[in-house]
């Protein structure tokens, strides 16, 4: 099937939603973060890019420390609010059950299943965003959330974001195992 060449602006595959947390001037802030992505295998790192004009970011920058925080879907609305109100003007700070990560003290998430606390490694400065990387220094996760000792996604329950129509989507079928499907695939 021929190509048509679309929006480069138009980011169609899904992308999990988040909720990063940093201590803002000593209160807990929540945004709502779909621009998110593990990028180092050990010691573990992840990366979150938040627009520059962000409350949450000279939070970051101050404790070097920030918390990457997987809603259910249960959390949905609760979720997008963080993505429409910013900390400038509204005190998210109380709008969850907030515990402080063990290494960092970084403000996460007791409602959510996982939560994630990061050392900031780096920041890189790109044209609208900032780009935060993070050592994942503690994980947490209920213990419902678990099968064999490991994250469930079924018992997590995340959702994912597409745009550019704002759809949220929950995680579907197991379609294969992977490092495993393409086994005898022929090359
Ligand atoms: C569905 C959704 C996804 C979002 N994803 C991001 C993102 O990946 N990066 C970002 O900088 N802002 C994102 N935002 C916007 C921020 O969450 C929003 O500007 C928020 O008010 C920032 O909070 P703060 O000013 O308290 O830090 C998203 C918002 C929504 C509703």
């Known amino acids: ?24 001037r000593d209160r807990p802030n929540f945004a709502a973060v779909a621009w998110v992505t593990r990028v180092n295998y050990s010691p573990p790192m992840m990366a979150v890019a938040l627009g520059k004009d962000h ?26 609010y963080c993505g429409i109100a910013s900390g400038k003007k509204t005190d998210k700070s109380g709008f969850f059950t907030v515990f402080t990560g063990e290494v960092t003290g970084a403000p996460m998430i007791q409602e959510c299943r996982l939560c994630m606390e990061c050392l900031l490694v780096q920041s890189v400065d790109l044209p609208g965003n900032e780009l935060f990387i993070g050592e994942i220094v503690g994980a947490y996760a209920d213990e419902g959330c678990l099968t064999d000792g490991k994250p469930d996604v079924t018992k997590i329950d995340p959702f994912t974001l597409t745009m550019p129509d704002n ?20 090359g």
């Open 1 to 24: 099937m021929g190509k048509i060449k679309i929006d480069s602006n138009a980011f169609t595959y899904p992308m999990p939603m988040t909720l990063v947390g940093a201590m803002v």
């Open 55 to 80: 409350h949450t970011n000279p939070g970051i920058h101050a404790a070097r420390a920030f918390s990457v925080n997987v809603p259910g879907v249960d959390l949905m609305a609760k979720t997008d």
């Open 167 to 186: 759809g949220y989507w929950r995680i579907g079928a197991r379609v294969g195992q992977a490092w495993s499907a393409g086994k005898n695939v022929k």
